[in-house]
């Protein structure tokens, strides 16, 4: 369970861009996504969720895609700020596993002015 | 405010000692939970509890022991702390199956 060897996946974008950053769930069963942000020395923070019903949800500047078929889930970030930069996490959920978040390594967004 | 809290921020400690993290919580949640974060910011769930049952116990060296004394509160004990113990330990709580919510973390240090 731990991370050696395995670096942290950075997406670099300009202030004012669009920000896509994806994520490759392991569960088929999984039925609830969550998209966290983690700001640094924070705790992660909630940002969006999405429930396997739906293929998008829409937040203020925030979507998130999701994708059954291949198993893949997308955030993206519109008009991205420098108070975007942050370490952004998928997490995936399903019943049957004392609802235990699966967690993604995450990816580092780098936003430059 | 309404959040999830932790005591201490900090921690710096020898390899050896016994040490203790406490978590609360006021937003009325019933599940708690106990993350390690590596330096490579991997999260890693180690103990939950609902309603002060243990529920998730994931592969943990036996020298952490969590205790939830009420269903606000989720503290975890290291016993003989190593070097690899050196890490953020981040508390969380929620309604069973429901949105995580994170604490500021701890950040421990053994030397």
């Known amino acids: 369970g731990e991370s050696v060897g395995l670096h942290l996946p950075t997406l670099s974008v300009q202030e004012g861009d669009n920000s896509i950053i994806n994520c490759a769930y392991s569960?088929?069963?999984?039925?609830?996504f969550i998209w966290y942000k983690q700001e640094s020395g924070k705790g992660p923070q909630f940002i969006i969720d999405?429930?396997?019903n739906m293929d998008k949800r829409q937040g203020q500047r925030v979507t998130v895609l999701l994708n059954k078929t291949v198993k893949h889930l997308s955030l993206q970030i519109a008009a991205t700020q420098p108070g975007d930069s942050a370490v952004y996490f998928c997490?995936?959920?399903?019943?049957?596993?004392?609802?235990?978040?699966?967690w993604g390594l995450g990816t580092s967004l780098a936003v430059n002015p | 405010d309404t959040a999830v809290s932790q005591t201490p921020k900090y921690l710096v400690t020898q390899m050896g000692n016994d040490k203790s993290i406490k978590c609360e919580q006021n937003l009325g949640h019933d599940t708690m939970y106990w993350y390690k974060q590596d330096s490579k910011k991997f999260l890693k769930i180690m103990f939950s509890y609902n309603n002060k049952e243990l529920i998730i116990n994931e592969t943990v060296p036996n020298r952490f022991s969590p205790k939830s004394p009420d269903k606000a509160h989720l503290n975890l004990h290291i016993n003989s702390l190593e070097l690899g113990d050196s890490a953020v330990y981040f508390c969380a709580s929620s309604r069973q199956g429901e949105t995580q919510y994170f604490g500021p973390g701890t950040r421990l240090l053994v030397l």
């Open positions: 569960n088929s069963a999984s039925d609830y």
């Open positions: 999405i429930r396997s």
């Open positions: 997490a995936e959920n399903f019943a049957g596993n004392n609802r235990k978040l699966i």
